[in-house]
């Protein structure tokens, strides 16, 4: 793959001043264009050998656009808040929203070809990271970005001439230093893991190109002309002929039962056993975010479940027994603008919470395969996908040590007919039953069956649901703090006594 950008391609300075005036112009005006239209977003990824002019072509892409419009991502090593996160956290942080264009100079690619070079980690790891990188970036482009890969290659011959260059030169000297040094010394290891992740990774939906970077002149104009056609043939493309992913079919069981239709609602506790149990477990719910070992762990809380089915009261219950300062409780509603121009997962990933803390998701990432599939708000494709998606994000929570619990609160449609009214007849309560509320009453059915088809899709030994039967509240807030405390004390290695 890198034989071609071996070659010692170059520009002349006299074909470079031709060209560069009529691309800088182009390519303002293909910025512009993306802007107004607002449609997608450019994911440019900035890798590639040490001295290949990465930072020099970073920074002539932001002298010859419009900065307004363009956002500038330099990655190095993780911040302690990044470290204390998924490792995709700090990239998916960084993605551009609709109508920009985002440089990522460095990325996602940096740590699993940095680790297998120095032995760190073996080839099967290199394998599940590159497994994850290609579903990530098909992601990316079902929501439909522009994703442009750059590799920037220099031979090994090149690369030293490159270094000793920069180095004698009291201008430039500071940049090199003993690391670029130490990389250079495995410079033929670099080859073969970059090149075999390369070809592994460049696929129609985010290929790779790699520029040959000793001549400066050349590599300008190669990544502004690609950047250039790039944009155009996109804003040239209608929508509907954007690739979109399959995603295999949902079978149905024969006989109509699922996971939901078949559980047992009636389960009960009386007053007096329920203040004594939640009193209980909420005092070694305290215990437990108090454990030395939580420093190091976090947990994401996710509630879904029919309208009235509790949640709201049984997440009042843990948040009244943890310190103010250690949660955050994120009430999922409608995206906002700022939202609906990043990929459908963002507005969930910037939530995370650190090392020692707790997010607890009042709705979530679910809606995607439940709301947002009932009322048509996105296309098949999308909500089908998304299956793999979500799996894919919990993994990663759950591979950065954090711990995913999930629960589905599940009550009657009698029952739920039933607090419907209570609600209209309270006023305290009245803020809590809309006309959506009444809509999607209607299309109950739906709903049940998109819920047992999400459960079954995504309950995994890393994150798996906690079914709970919610007719009978106090039954449903004991399972629920009950479940979360045993979770996290498992996770620790035992209760905190």
């Avoid at 992913?245 to 007053?271: E, Y």
């Avoid at 215990?287 to 009042?316: Q, S, W, Y």
């Avoid at 679910?366 to 296309?379: D, H, K, S, T, W």
Wanted: glycine share 6%.
């Amino acid at each position: 793959m890198f034989e071609s950008a071996e070659i010692g391609h170059k520009l002349s300075k006299a074909q470079y001043k031709r060209i560069e005036p009529k691309l800088r112009a182009d390519l303002l005006d293909a910025q512009f264009d993306l802007a107004k239209k607002g449609a997608f977003p450019v994911v440019v990824l900035i890798s590639g050998v040490r001295g290949a002019g990465k930072g020099e072509t970073v920074n002539l892409l932001n002298e010859w656009m419009d900065p307004r419009h363009i956002h500038t991502h330099a990655f190095d090593v993780p911040s302690d808040e990044e470290r204390e996160r998924p490792t995709m956290w700090r990239y998916w942080r960084a993605l551009p929203p609709k109508g920009r264009i985002g440089i990522l100079f460095g990325s996602w690619y940096t740590v699993p070809i940095i680790e297998r070079v120095f032995k760190r980690s073996s080839s099967k790891d290199l394998a599940g990271s590159i497994a994850e990188i290609n579903r990530f970036e098909r992601m990316l482009a079902d929501e439909g970005a522009l994703v442009l890969k750059f590799w920037f290659h220099l031979s090994k011959k090149r690369q030293k001439k490159r270094l000793k260059a920069l180095e004698s030169d009291p201008e430039t000297s500071w940049r090199i230093t003993k690391r670029d040094w130490d990389f250079f010394k495995v410079y033929d290891r670099f080859y073969k893991v970059s090149e075999h992740t390369l070809r592994e990774t460049s696929t129609a939906q985010a290929p790779w190109i790699v520029v040959e970077g000793s001549d400066p002149e050349y590599r300008a104009v190669t990544v502004g002309k690609t950047l250039l056609e790039g944009i155009r043939k996109r804003l040239a493309t209608p929508a509907e002929k954007i690739a979109k992913s399959k995603a295999a079919p949902i079978l149905r069981a024969v006989d109509k039962r699922n996971v939901l239709s078949a559980m047992d609602l009636s389960q009960k506790i009386d007053k007096d056993k329920y203040e004594k149990d939640i009193d209980k477990w909420q005092r070694r719910l305290a215990l437990a975010t108090l454990h030395p070992k939580f420093r190091d762990r976090n947990v994401v809380c996710v509630f879904e479940g029919m309208d009235a089915a509790g949640k709201g009261g049984a997440i009042r219950r843990i948040t009244g027994a943890i310190d103010a300062r250690l949660y955050h409780t994120i009430p999922v509603a409608a995206p906002t603008d700022e939202e609906r121009a990043q990929p459908y997962l963002w507005r969930f990933w910037r939530h995370v919470p650190r090392k020692g803390r707790l997010t607890i998701y009042d709705r979530s990432w679910y809606g995607r395969v439940l709301v947002e599939r009932i009322e048509g708000f996105c296309a098949e494709a999308d909500w089908m996908r998304a299956y793999s998606e979500i799996n894919d994000f919990e993994g990663e929570l759950a591979a950065s040590g954090a711990i995913v619990a999930k629960f589905w609160l599940q009550i009657s449609k009698r029952e739920q007919l039933k607090r419907f009214k209570e609600r209209e007849k309270t006023r305290f309560k009245r803020f809590k039953i809309t006309d959506e509320d009444w809509r999607n009453r209607a299309k109950w059915d739906a709903y049940q069956l998109a819920a047992a088809d999400m459960i079954e899709r995504t309950s995994t030994a890393h994150a798996p649901w906690t079914l709970v039967g919610a007719n009978d509240k106090y039954h449903a807030r004991v399972r629920i703090l009950s479940t979360l405390v045993k979770t996290i004390e498992a996770a620790l290695g035992g209760r905190n006594k």
